[in-house]
């Protein structure tokens, strides 16, 4: 593989598109950065293009931008870690998945987290396109914000996204218990024909 550096952490084939090359999860967001409602329904829009088992589209998602009650309702329930730098970004969006049919122990679909998490993908290829970056984590309270915004048993709060521009010293910041470290496509190749 040509290796060529990309920002301050990433060596890459020159071949990668922008988006796999410089994509990464900031830890600082531009607080003067607003989004506006239209990138909203944009973001929503291609997360809910990607694709799902059957076309089940096991999705939803929770969306405040900062400064709007959503918001404000869902930093109550970030945990000590993603508080530290996820409040600052432009959205925090939940992200839901449909676990059970309604009523019964039924599974919904086998495959609801893979989907939610490819509609998650999709959301954030979208926006990188349009100058932003998504931290996803999980440091948050699942229980408290499917109480807080009456989430039924069916469906679960999954993960959430902090989404924003990322500040230029975002680059080169490291967060405790992240990594940026990536296993080599031979290593994570099972099995190859020649
Ligand atoms: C399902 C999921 C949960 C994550 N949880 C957290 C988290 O709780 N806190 C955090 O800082 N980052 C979290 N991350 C971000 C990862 O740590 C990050 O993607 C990984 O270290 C690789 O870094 P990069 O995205 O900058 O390439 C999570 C990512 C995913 C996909």
């Not at 600082?28 to 973001?43: G, I, K, R, T, Y």
């Not at 019964?104 to 926006?127: I, P, R």
Request: proline residues 5%; hydrophobic residues 40%; glycine residues 6%.
């Amino acid at each position: 593989m040509i290796a060529t550096r990309l920002g301050r952490f990433v060596t890459t084939s020159p071949a990668l598109t922008s988006f796999a090359a410089r994509r990464f999860s900031p830890l600082q967001f531009d607080p003067e950065h607003v989004a506006s409602n239209d990138e909203v329904d944009v973001l929503l829009e291609a997360a809910g293009r990607a694709p799902s088992a059957g076309n089940s589209q096991p999705w939803a998602f929770i969306v405040g931008k900062r400064g709007d009650g959503v918001h404000a309702k869902l930093v109550r329930h970030l945990s000590r870690s993603s508080s530290a730098w996820a409040p600052g970004a432009s959205m925090l969006v939940a992200n839901l998945s449909q676990r059970f049919v309604e009523d019964t122990e039924m599974d919904y679909s086998e495959f609801a987290h893979y989907d939610l998490g490819q509609a998650v993908a999709h959301l954030t290829f979208q926006a990188h396109a349009m100058g932003m970056s998504v931290h996803q984590f999980r440091a948050f309270d699942q229980d408290a914000v499917a109480r807080e915004f009456s989430v039924p048993s069916h469906w679960e709060v999954t993960t959430m996204a902090a989404i924003g521009v990322p500040t230029a010293e975002a680059w080169s910041m490291t967060g405790a218990g992240t990594s940026r470290e990536r296993r080599s496509p031979t290593q994570i190749t099972w099995a190859r024909g020649s």
